[in-house]
């Protein structure tokens, strides 16, 4: 029963992510389109490009698909799209500072207003609506996915796997990873992290390290782009991947203080979390962009 109530969550988290992001994507998918061609004309304006569009849209994933195909069509090089799709990793941490606060009471006022804007509004009004209504469908998803994961508190194998988390950010990594990989959702993986967390399930060591294994698991489906594309695009691709393993080895040595700072940041824990999600992917970002030429010729 505890599955079936956990698939039905997940389901359903991930319709509404999928739904939200198609409302957001058709508002704003033109505008990133023309950005691409238009704002990448040095490193800190691709970066924001990439970082607005992803945090409207809370699809890291659907922005470096896109990029691969447009660094195939040659519209863009390799540069202006490796600081893009730093910008979106920024910009998908958003998805957890949301989930982090309690808006379960209000799912059904967003979806409700959802659905009405769907039904009576013009079109523009109608992508809006597919937006709330997903807001509304990814809120229920979460407290399915939070009732279900909350008997694994008193799960024998789910209290070592995650102590050995903690202990050794390694074994969160992997596990965030593979499970990122296998539903192909970064997201959703945060979520549940953050679900665990407010049962009392997750500590901060052990989420951080599942939340930043998630992240490395996301390339999988950019890998899946490249696919068939030209060496440019191929480029772009792996770069996502680098990014991604580059930031763990720099989070790895100062894993404990890293910790630390993300218990300063807030009394909450599931609040924690999603901060040390955005400190960690911000603090890669900075770094590669500042070493973006360097990074660039590794890929290459």
Same mark, same amino acid.
């Given at each position: 029963?505890?599955?079936?109530? #956990? ?10 992510? *999928?739904?939200?992001s198609s ?6 998918g033109? =505008?990133?389109?023309?950005?691409v061609?238009h ?20 699809s890291? =994933?659907l922005?470096? !698909? ?6 195939n ?5 390799? *540069? &202006?799209?490796?600081?893009?799709m ?7 941490t958003?998805t ?9 009471e ?5 979806a409700? $207003? ?20 997903g807001?509304?469908?990814l809120?229920?998803g979460?407290?399915?996915?939070g009732?279900a994961?909350?008997p694994?508190a008193?799960?024998?194998f ?32 945060v979520?549940?992290?953050?679900s ?12 951080? $390290? %599942?939340?930043?294994?998630a ?5 999988v ?15 772009t691709?792996?770069?996502?991947l ?5 930031? !763990? #080895?720099? %989070?790895? &040595? ?14 909450a824990?599931p ?7 955005t #400190? ?9 962009? #500042? ?10």
């Open positions: 029963m505890l599955i079936l109530l #956990l698939a039905v969550g997940l389901f359903l988290f991930l319709g509404g992510l *999928r739904l939200m409302g957001l994507e058709n508002l704003c033109s =505008s990133f389109a023309a950005g061609q704002f990448t004309g040095n490193r800190f304006s691709a970066f924001l490009c990439g970082l607005i569009f992803s945090g409207l849209t809370q890291s =994933s922005v470096t !698909v896109v990029l691969v195909g447009v660094v069509a040659g519209i863009i090089g390799l *540069r &202006p799209a490796i600081a893009v730093i910008g979106a990793n920024v910009g998908t958003v957890g500072q949301m989930i982090s606060f309690d808006l379960y209000y799912a059904l006022y967003f409700v $207003a959802g659905a009405i804007l769907i039904v009576a509004g013009r079109q523009r009004h109608r992508q809006v609506g597919r937006a709330l209504l807001l509304g469908v809120l229920f979460l407290e399915n996915m009732g994961l909350a694994l008193e799960s024998k789910a209290q070592n796997l995650l102590s050995s988390a903690a202990v050794y950010p390694l074994t969160g990594i992997f596990a965030g990873a593979a499970l990122t990989a296998l539903i192909q959702s970064s997201s959703a993986v979520a549940m992290a953050i665990l967390a407010k049962e009392g399930v997750l500590s901060l060591a052990a989420g951080a $390290a %599942v939340i930043v294994g992240d490395v698991g996301t390339c489906t950019t890998l899946l782009a490249g696919l068939g594309t030209g060496i440019a695009a191929r480029r691709a792996f770069a996502h680098f990014f991604n393993l580059c930031s !763990v #080895l720099l %989070v790895l &040595p100062f894993f404990s203080l890293f910790i630390r700072l993300a218990a300063a940041s807030s009394d824990l609040r924690q979390l999603a901060n040390a999600h #400190l960690y992917n911000l603090g890669g970002a900075i770094l590669l962009l #500042l070493f973006l030429g360097p990074f660039q010729a590794l890929v290459e």
